[in-house]
């Protein structure tokens, strides 16, 4: 098939999970060319989960991958099941820039994606978004027998939209979840909506994974924390986590913004874990901590910022940092605002 420019427009069908042979260089792929559109109304689940798997297919070099490239508006997607079955694609987007709450992003696939196992692919210039009442995970590239591994999404939306007249999304259980993965990295996005922002280790003691990257990302409107079971090498760096009044909060300001959901905190032991130059909101969740975790071996909590403990004008929170057990543990350079105790063991 010779394809010249860009058409818009369907230009295959009749055939699933088949192969397109180029040549030359793979084309950037487009949804409109198997029959997927941005218009809010059409499902694009097919076209996506074709465009995927024929850029996934070994090619006769032996290679697989290639780019997904999306126009501007909302793309629709009932959900999306593509475990085991992601290689080196890129999503890219229209441009878009990684605006709070998302009602300006210029492309947006709405739906849900379950890409468990994903290796070498990159999102970039999207919004990832779910609307209400959805309440399941919106991205899980979390690990399972294949390994998550080289996942990364910078420049993005990710999480609740608000729609028209309504207040944001916050229904999701989970936003992204890299459970176990490894060298995966969340840059320069939004993260913003749902219960857990960002869950790095399912809720059984921790697992395999590491080398993880979370950095100058803005974490907010998250109702139970923003980060849940950071693991062994990571890094959660320069990002800002904050709570908007009464969204994430009946009283108002943030819930954990690092926390973990283990049953047994004395053996989830987390090793080599670096919190540093994190800005956190002006206040927390009565009695909650801004960091809270489990046993530590090996931690690094410097140089961030705690905003003021109040919650009123007279009640005081517990402590900024929250840790059950500790040892090699490094707590320094941090600032402390009022109305909170700074460490907890």
């Known amino acids: 098939v010779g394809i010249y420019g860009r058409p818009i427009g369907q230009i295959f069908s009749g055939f699933t999970y088949d192969k397109l042979v180029w040549t030359n260089a793979t084309p950037e792929l487009y949804l409109e060319w198997f029959g997927g559109q941005a218009d809010n109304v059409i499902d694009n689940k097919d076209a996506f989960e074709l465009a995927v798997r024929i850029l996934s297919v070994s090619k006769p070099n032996g290679r697989r991958g290639g780019v997904i490239r999306f126009l501007g508006g909302i793309y629709k997607f009932s959900p999306v099941s593509l475990d085991n079955a992601v290689y080196n694609i890129r999503f890219e987007g229209n441009g878009t820039k990684a605006i709070s709450f998302g009602s300006n992003a210029d492309t947006i696939l709405l739906g849900s994606f379950s890409l468990r196992a994903a290796q070498g692919s990159h999102f970039n210039n999207l919004g990832i978004c779910y609307i209400s009442p959805f309440s399941g995970t919106v991205i899980d590239v979390s690990a399972n027998i294949s390994g998550t591994k080289g996942v990364r999404f910078t420049n993005c939306l990710l999480g609740g939209l608000y729609a028209p007249n309504t207040t944001l999304a916050t229904t999701a259980a989970c936003i992204v979840n890299l459970s176990s993965a490894y060298d995966c990295s969340i840059v320069d996005c939004t993260i913003i909506g749902g219960q857990i922002g960002i869950r790095l280790n399912p809720t059984?003691?921790?697992?395999?994974?590491?080398?993880?990257?979370?950095?100058?990302?803005?974490?907010?409107?998250?109702?139970v924390a923003g980060i849940v079971n950071p693991h062994q090498q990571a890094n959660i760096c320069n990002n800002n986590f904050e709570g908007t009044n009464t969204?994430?909060?009946?009283?108002?300001?943030?819930?954990?913004?690092?926390?973990?959901?283990?049953?047994?905190?004395?053996?989830?032991?987390?090793?080599?874990l670096r919190i540093s130059g994190n800005w956190f909101g002006d206040r927390?969740?009565?009695?909650?901590?801004?960091?809270?975790?489990?046993?530590?071996?090996g931690a690094?909590?410097?140089?961030?910022?705690?905003?003021?403990?109040?919650?009123?004008?007279?009640?005081?929170n517990a402590s900024a940092i929250e840790i059950y057990h500790g040892s090699t543990l490094n707590?320094?350079?941090?600032?402390?605002?009022?109305?909170?105790?700074?460490v907890k063991f």
């Open 247 to 272: 969204v994430s909060a009946a009283d108002g300001g943030l819930p954990y913004a690092i926390s973990y959901d283990y049953p047994d905190p004395a053996n989830a032991v987390i090793f080599g």
């Open 331 to 342: 707590i320094s350079g941090n600032c402390f605002g009022g109305g909170m105790h700074c």
């Open 284 to 297: 927390t969740t009565f009695g909650k901590a801004y960091i809270r975790l489990p046993r530590t071996k």
């Open 300 to 316: 690094d909590i410097s140089g961030n910022f705690f905003g003021g403990g109040y919650n009123n004008a007279t009640d005081f």
């Open 204 to 223: 059984v003691s921790p697992q395999d994974g590491n080398i993880i990257t979370i950095e100058r990302n803005e974490i907010s409107h998250c109702l």
